[in-house]
């Protein structure tokens, strides 16, 4: 099906829930007599992945492998069914989702125009006025689906470092727990979570703790959560990215390295963690304190407090964009958060390797 | 050319996508039409609580003159410049249909006047403004949910 006029799509009526499951039984045709089935544990909960073949499989369960569960082994509470036309032929069905916007040359592809509709009960996403992708999440039913033109598309994404996030989050908007942009690391004890935008030198804190044995959470994306005066943090990808001037000293990561991408002029190292860390490094683990780093030049790091709403900001603002539906309860979730823990920001200098001794004595935190 | 506030009408938040949240001396308000955070400090944290009880213009001046120790021009001029910038930037709205709270008396001493202090931060601005949305109700597209 090709892409509609802005008139046919004003003219079009769809629901989202009718959307999702239309969707879903073009996969059924996709998936016919080839279809995979693959079970992961997610914050304590089954996802069933249906994949119509392999040709998805590496780049959607890379960075969720290290979750992975016997499949069938207990009922899922998300499914999510994935096909792609080029292995399959088979189209997405978006008869009435409208598909606005204008293309523009000069726009990478990760900016194509996207088209949403979202509603009380979940959303569909079409990316591109000739669509390469498309995604949606009915509530209802704890359904979703994903469709890409081919393979690839799904690197330029970024779905490949973070999969399903979309779904993920709608999915969790009902529940305490909130995925959002940031990095954590910790011990079963505490740990601290560590919010900021690209190239404010996150993932250098991250690794530089993980290097000295500390659990990880995430890097890019995870969960959060808080109840009772309590926050917490748990990992939902075994991805990470990295600023390529770091990537040198980190070289023991280098067989994680999956590619590379540029985003705002910053190039960064994707890396699938669980190639070079075993499954019970992966964790989740209360959060003591809110860290806002940045690069702030010379020898030494150095913690200076910082305020909840700065937390707030930081964390918002490299998280709400993607967060498309929920974003009341998201908003909600972020800010009871930051007002939970102390905030500090992290003045990083160019002793790296001196950084988990100086979280681990100020804040309280550390490996186990 | 932005017209100006009733100044006597109820204040509230101009939409539904305009959240905040207080904290003990700051308040962060995310208006996700715009993509812009907005952070108010000093006296701005008491004007947002005001509003947040619907309270007028007018209120709002009466309300931090017992608060605070200042003369009562120095205080009108600082809210009405604030509210001026709120509602520029779409962040709050005149609603005559809402009543009134009273708001709480003022402390016994007054305490000395900072004037409010608004900052903007307009990081994910770009990102937000990428993707057309089309909100639908149960109906689905075209059909979108009652202005709030």
Redesign the interface.
């Known amino acids: 099906m090709g892409p509609q006029s802005s008139s046919e799509?004003?003219r079009?009526?769809?629901?989202?829930a009718?959307a999702v499951a239309r969707n879903r039984a073009a996969f059924e045709e996709a998936a016919r007599g080839r279809e995979r089935v693959l079970d992961f544990e997610v914050l304590g909960r089954t996802v069933r992945l249906r994949l119509a073949g392999d040709s998805l499989e590496r780049d959607l369960t890379d960075a969720l492998r290290h979750h992975a569960l016997p499949a069938g082994a207990s009922e899922p509470e998300l499914e999510i069914c994935a096909w792609d036309r080029h292995s399959t032929g088979v189209e997405p069905d978006l008869r009435?989702?409208?598909a606005?916007?204008e293309e523009d040359p000069g726009k990478s592809l990760i900016?194509s125009?996207?088209?949403?509709?979202?509603?009380?009960?979940g959303f569909v996403t079409v990316q591109g006025t000739v669509p390469w992708a498309a995604q949606g999440f009915d509530a209802g039913r704890r359904a979703a689906f994903l469709w890409a033109s081919e393979p690839s598309v799904l690197g330029a994404w970024g779905e490949r470092t973070k999969p399903f996030l979309e779904i993920l989050h709608a999915w969790l908007i009902d529940s305490p727990w909130q995925p959002i942009h940031g990095g954590a690391v910790g011990s079963p004890d505490g740990g601290v979570l560590l919010a900021g935008?690209p190239g404010a030198g996150k993932s250098t804190t991250v690794l530089s703790c993980v290097r000295a044995g500390w659990l990880y959470a995430g890097d890019d994306y995870l969960a959060v959560r808080t109840s009772d005066g309590e926050a917490f943090a748990a990992n939902l990808y075994g991805s990470a990215r990295l600023c390529v001037d770091m990537a040198e000293r980190f070289s023991e990561l280098r067989p994680a390295e999956i590619g590379a991408v540029s985003m705002n002029g910053i190039e960064k190292r994707d890396m699938i963690l669980s190639e070079v860390l075993p499954p019970a490094r992966f964790g989740a683990f209360p959060i003591r304190a809110i860290l806002l780093p940045r690069i702030a030049g010379g020898s030494r790091s150095a913690l200076r407090p910082a305020?909840?709403?700065e937390a707030?900001?930081a964390i918002?603002?490299?998280t709400?964009?993607l967060l498309?539906v929920g974003?009341?309860a998201a908003?909600?979730k972020i800010?009871a958060l930051?007002?939970t823990v102390p905030v500090h920001r992290l003045d990083l200098g160019e002793d790296i390797d001196a950084l988990p001794e100086l979280i681990g004595s100020e804040i309280g935190v550390g490996s186990e | 050319m932005e017209e100006k506030l009733d100044r006597d009408a109820p204040l509230r938040a101009a939409s539904?996508?305009v959240?905040s949240?207080v904290?003990?001396?700051?308040?962060?308000i995310?208006d996700?039409k715009s993509?812009t955070?907005f952070?108010l400090r000093a006296s701005g944290v008491d004007v947002w609580k005001l509003i947040e009880g619907h309270a007028s213009a007018t209120r709002i001046t009466e309300a931090l003159g017992e608060r605070f120790d200042a003369p009562p021009e120095e205080i009108a001029t600082a809210v009405d410049s604030l509210l001026d910038e709120l509602a520029a930037s779409a962040l709050i709205v005149a609603d005559p249909s809402l009543d009134q709270s009273s708001p709480s008396p003022g402390r016994e001493e007054k305490a000395p006047f900072t004037a409010p202090q608004v900052e903007r931060?307009t990081?994910?601005q770009e990102?937000?403004l990428?993707?057309?949305?089309?909100?639908?109700?149960?109906?689905?597209?075209?059909?979108t949910p009652m202005t709030r």
Not at chain 1, 113 to 121: A, E, F, L, Q, S
Not at chain 2, 130 to 143: M, Q, Y
């Open positions: 799509a004003a079009a009526t769809v629901s989202v009718d009435g989702v409208p606005l916007g900016h125009p996207r088209t949403i509709v979202h509603g009380p009960n935008g305020s909840a709403a707030s900001v918002g603002a490299s709400m964009h498309r974003a009341s908003f909600e800010t930051a007002g | 539904a996508n959240h949240k904290f003990d001396d700051e308040v962060v995310l996700m993509g955070y952070s931060f990081d994910m990102l937000l990428l993707d057309p949305i089309h909100e639908v109700d149960d109906a689905g597209w075209p059909h």
